[in-house]
């Protein structure tokens, strides 16, 4: 099998040479930022809005990337060139960087970009998926940051409750998911999405923009209460693009399938995505 090649800082090396020291922040502290969007047929999906949310997290979160965004377009042009995996997932992780006493913040940040191949199946996946809540808000929630830790560590219990994934909820309103937006369609057919505290998600942010629809597109807060008397429910991310939700807490979100609403916006997202 062929080694992947990935970009560090400022060259393109094999992934098995790509190395950082132990004295950075995100090892020592967990500290820094990613994005990660795909390639479908060689051509990546919403690459603009994914680069423009890369550069925001990293000023919010004190950090420096050293390309301007052109450059670092060209530099995932030429990854792809050298990996020629048309269908894949490209990774771009700015690290706290190396730190003297492994806490200061350092003024110079470690670029990584990677790609691995990635490929998103075809179609609404009509089997959906099922969600436990959990009361949550994640730190710094606008941020696509690196820390996953509450995520990871709920792993046993959303398999104690025979969940496939953990929704967070906060004082009662519903957020999102470690890795996904989550939408609800009411019985009157607002199609609804957490407004504030999340992470903006590109795929949601790409359903909110759909014109010309005949959908009420709402970004506010709603309750876990309004959440069990839904119609539907859906997640959104970049490698699940939608796909619906059909239990939340062993409680069926309306008949239990996959929704009509749920279909179509599927429907309007591939025929943005092309
Ligand atoms: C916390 C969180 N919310 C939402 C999303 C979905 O974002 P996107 O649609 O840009 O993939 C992600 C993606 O990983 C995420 O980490």
């Known amino acids: 099998m062929s080694v992947n090649t990935v970009f560090l800082n400022h060259a393109f090396v094999e992934e098995t040479q790509a190395s950082l020291l132990v004295t950075d922040l995100s090892i020592q502290r967990g500290y820094g930022i990613f994005d990660f969007f795909k390639t479908i047929n060689g051509k990546p999906v919403f690459l603009d809005d994914h680069i423009a949310r890369f550069y925001n997290s990293a000023k919010k979160m004190h950090l420096q990337i ?102 967070y909820q906060y004082d009662s309103f519903i957020k999102e998911t470690p890795r996904a937006n989550f939408f ?29 629809t005949v959908f009420q597109l709402t970004e506010r807060e709603f309750s876990l209460e309004e959440l069990y008397n839904a119609s539907e429910a859906f997640i959104t991310s970049t490698t699940k693009n939608i796909l619906p939700v059909l239990k939340v807490d062993g409680k069926e979100i309306g008949d239990g399938k996959a929704g009509k609403v749920t279909a179509q916006l599927y429907d309007l997202l591939l025929e943005k995505i092309g």
């Open 66 to 167: 050293s390309q301007t965004p052109a450059e670092l377009k060209g530099i995932i042009a030429e990854l792809m060139q050298r990996n020629n995996l048309p269908d894949s997932g490209i990774k771009m992780t700015l690290t706290g960087g190396y730190s003297g006493d492994a806490y200061t913040l350092p003024t110079a940040q470690n670029l990584i970009i990677t790609q691995t191949a990635l490929s998103i199946p075809k179609g609404l996946q009509e089997q959906g998926t099922t969600l436990v809540t959990y009361p949550y808000q994640r730190q710094l929630a606008e941020m696509k940051t690196l820390d996953y830790s509450m995520a990871i560590w709920l792993q046993p219990f959303i398999k104690e409750h025979h969940a496939d994934e953990v929704l």
């Open 184 to 212: 609800i369609v009411t019985t009157e057919g607002e199609v609804v999405t957490a407004k504030d505290n999340i992470l903006a998600g590109v795929i949601r942010k790409n359903i909110l923009n759909l014109e010309d």
